[in-house]
C-alpha cells in the first residue's frame, strides 16, 4: 500500500510538471500529462491492468507495462537524437556564419610573393 502512495505521488509531481511547462513544449507536456493520467489508473487499479494484458496476450499487467515503457523509452531516445541532429546542424550553421562575419575580406590580404632561388648573394 505503501509504494501505491509514493507512485501516485510521484506521477502526480510529474503531472504537475506537465502542466508548468506546456507553453514551452506542448506536445510533450500532452504525452507527459497522458501517460501519468494513464499511470496512476494502473497503479490504483492493477487488476484491470492485468486484465488488459490477458487479452492483449500478455501474461501479467506488469510486463505490458512493462512493454509499453520500452516502446514509449525507444520512442523518446529517437526523438532526442534526431532533434541533437537538428541542433548540431544549426550550431554548425550559426559557427560558419560568425566565422565568415570575421574574416577579412580578399582584396585586403597582400598577395603572397614566392621567392624562388636562393638569396645569399
Given at each position: 500500500?505503501?509504494?501505491?502512495?509514493?507512485?501516485?505521488?510521484?506521477?502526480?509531481?510529474?503531472?504537475?510538471?506537465?502542466?508548468?511547462?506546456?507553453?514551452?513544449?506542448?506536445?510533450?507536456?500532452?504525452?507527459?500529462?497522458?501517460?501519468?493520467?494513464?499511470?496512476?489508473?494502473?497503479?490504483?487499479m492493477?487488476?484491470?491492468?492485468?486484465?488488459?494484458?490477458?487479452?492483449?496476450?500478455?501474461?501479467?499487467?506488469?510486463?505490458?507495462?512493462l512493454?509499453?515503457?520500452?516502446?514509449?523509452?525507444?520512442?523518446?531516445?529517437?526523438?532526442?537524437?534526431?532533434?541533437?541532429?537538428?541542433?548540431?546542424?544549426?550550431l554548425?550553421?550559426?559557427?560558419?556564419?560568425?566565422?565568415?562575419?570575421?574574416?577579412?575580406?580578399?582584396?585586403?590580404?597582400?598577395?603572397?610573393?614566392?621567392?624562388?632561388?636562393?638569396?645569399?648573394?
Amino acid at each position: 500500500m505503501v509504494i501505491r502512495i509514493l507512485l501516485i505521488l510521484a506521477l502526480i509531481v510529474t503531472i504537475a510538471y506537465a502542466v508548468r511547462n506546456r507553453k514551452h513544449t506542448p506536445l510533450v507536456s500532452m504525452a507527459t500529462l497522458v501517460f501519468g493520467l494513464v499511470g496512476i489508473f494502473c497503479v490504483a487499479m492493477p487488476d484491470i491492468t492485468t486484465a488488459m494484458a490477458h487479452l492483449l496476450g500478455v501474461g501479467r499487467g506488469a510486463d505490458l507495462l512493462l512493454y509499453c515503457f520500452i516502446i514509449s523509452s525507444v520512442l523518446m531516445i529517437l526523438n532526442l537524437h534526431l532533434r541533437l541532429l537538428r541542433l548540431q546542424g544549426t550550431l554548425t550553421d550559426v559557427v560558419r556564419e560568425f566565422a565568415l562575419s570575421k574574416s577579412p575580406p580578399a582584396d585586403v590580404h597582400e598577395p603572397a610573393y614566392i621567392k624562388i632561388g636562393n638569396d645569399f648573394s
